[in-house]
């Protein structure tokens, strides 16, 4: 069901919210324990939440209604009553956030993200918090400290990453709807993966307030779920200024008429390259097919530096994430008790290096040792800098494009879903993961990624970007794609 029918049922008195909370609760309890999508349940919080909710409406409607409700006008919210899951890199008051990671394996969270204040207020019903690569690096969700999340669509593949855990909550019929965050695909390509719908708002749109940071300028939380209706939902609920984060902005968001047949969608060439297999094109190519019958104009376009798209990327994440993961010394944050014997400890800087040489896994090592470099002197020039001249020149193809179409469509990934190990051993390859989705993020596009069928029983995602502020129109076309 989607969110609004299951609201209609609650105001209908045909469920409750407990019962709905104790249904997810269950299924969680009995088929988790293949996928390993939640790292920390939260039963007594749900169910407790849960009965404040249920006497809210009780409040509101005292009698079972059999109208259809004009949802514009309810008393409460759309969401109110509604499960969910956050990614544990947002923070959830009195909740544990592990990012993934053992040097936060013991914090508890002293406040709620500005994001979970308005899921909150909207009175949806937090399950838990689910599993992620180590502070969001990873394209795979086996980079955990904790566990590695399995594909529902096949518990031998990898549901994509960071946020895996998220998407195979959804897909698995966990939760309604669960949170991501997207740095250089998070959101959209374990979406593409299992089969279900994310969208990464335009930079600054959602508050990053309570996100645990792993590259400024890149980051944003978003939606995962099975539907549009429902991301336009959850959407308007988080998004919009919040004087705790400086870059967020109020964005006046324009919805596009029932009529999008003037929108033209540019197909670049550069996302349609040899390495992508096969199946993963013809699928892609089907929903330009589906687009073209609805009348809806495509037009082929040009990205030029699409091709240091990934390498650009890849200076400027690992930079900034450098000096975000400069602040977990083992003192300030998550460790307790320390674990170092005394006869290894002689001064700050060993305690330092033992406590993140300990605790932070290989990836997270291998990218503060890459963005330390980038940034070092002699080398900052060379590297740092001149990545972000080129991330200016992908954002000029990107604004040259769209003085010529309104949408761009391409595929999420170049493959399906892998095989769990298949790339661990070469990170370059895990990378690569990520070469359709890290331009948008540059740019600071909008984006989404939306199901459109399978290779071998796997799911296949394709994405369309959007201007800045274009949310609507990217949710309108989608959803149209999605009815027909």
């Known amino acids: 069901m989607t969110i609004k029918e299951l609201h209609q049922k609650l105001i209908r008195k045909e469920i409750s919210v407990l019962e709905i909370v104790k249904t997810c609760l269950k299924k969680i309890e009995r088929e988790d324990k293949k996928i390993h999508s939640f790292l920390t349940l939260v039963p007594e919080l749900a169910i407790k ?55 936060l394996q013991d914090y508890i969270s002293p ?48 549901p994509g990453g960071s946020s895996g855990g998220s998407a195979a909550a959804v897909a698995s019929d966990f939760c309604q709807f669960a949170l991501g965050s997207d740095t250089g695909g998070s959101i959209r390509q374990p979406a593409a993966f299992c089969g279900v719908v994310g969208l990464k708002p335009t930079y600054g749109v959602v508050s990053r307030y309570g996100l645990v940071a792993m590259a400024s300028s890149l980051d944003q939380i978003g939606p995962i779920t099975n539907n549009i209706e ?26 596009p008429t029932s009529n999008i ?67 977990y010394d083992g003192i300030r944050y998550g460790l307790k008790e320390s674990l170092i014997s005394e006869a290894k400890v002689q001064n700050l800087f060993d ?56 949408l761009i469509l391409t595929p999420v990934s170049p493959t399906v879903a892998f095989k769990l190990g298949e790339k661990m051993d070469d990170p370059i390859k895990m990378y690569l993961a990520d070469i359709f989705t890290v331009g948008a993020s540059l740019a600071g596009l909008p984006a989404i990624s939306l199901p459109c069928g399978k290779v071998n029983n796997l799911p296949v995602g394709a994405q369309l970007i959007g201007k800045p502020f274009q949310e609507p129109t990217i949710l309108k076309a989608g959803e149209i794609f999605e009815k027909f």
């Open 49 to 103: 939440q849960a009965q404040k909710t249920q006497a809210k409406i009780d409040r509101e409607f005292k009698a079972p209604s059999s109208k259809v409700l004009n949802t514009s006008k309810d008393k409460i919210s759309l969401l109110c009553g509604i499960p969910c899951a956050i990614k544990d890199n947002i923070l959830v008051e009195d909740v544990k956030c592990t990012a993934g990671s053992k040097i």
């Open 111 to 158: 406040y709620d993200a500005t994001v979970i204040k308005r899921l909150k207020e909207a009175g949806a019903i937090i399950l838990g918090k689910t599993n992620l690569d180590e502070f969001a690096m990873g394209s795979s969700t086996e980079n955990s400290a904790f566990a590695i999340t399995r594909n529902p669509h096949d518990f031998n593949r990898v």
């Open 230 to 255: 429902d991301i336009k939902i959850i959407f308007d609920i988080i998004r919009g200024r919040d004087p705790l984060d400086s870059t967020s902005v109020e964005s006046n968001l324009k919805h």
């Open 261 to 327: 047949q003037h929108l033209k969608i540019g197909i670049p060439k550069e996302y349609f390259i040899e390495g992508i297999e096969e199946g993963v094109r013809k699928r892609v190519e089907k929903v330009i097919e589906k687009f073209q019958k609805l009348g809806i104009k495509t037009l082929n376009i040009s990205l030029p530096h699409t091709e240091y798209a990934l390498p650009t990327y890849s200076v400027i994440m690992a930079s900034e994430a450098s000096t975000n993961l400069a602040r």
């Open 351 to 406: 305690f330092y290096s033992e406590i993140r040489g300990k605790y932070f896994g290989k990836e997270i090592r291998r990218r503060i040792v890459l963005g330390s470099f980038a940034l070092s002197v002699g080398y900052y020039d060379e590297y740092y800098l001149r990545a972000q001249k080129v991330r200016r020149l992908i954002k000029e193809d990107f604004d040259q494009a769209f003085s010529k179409v309104d």
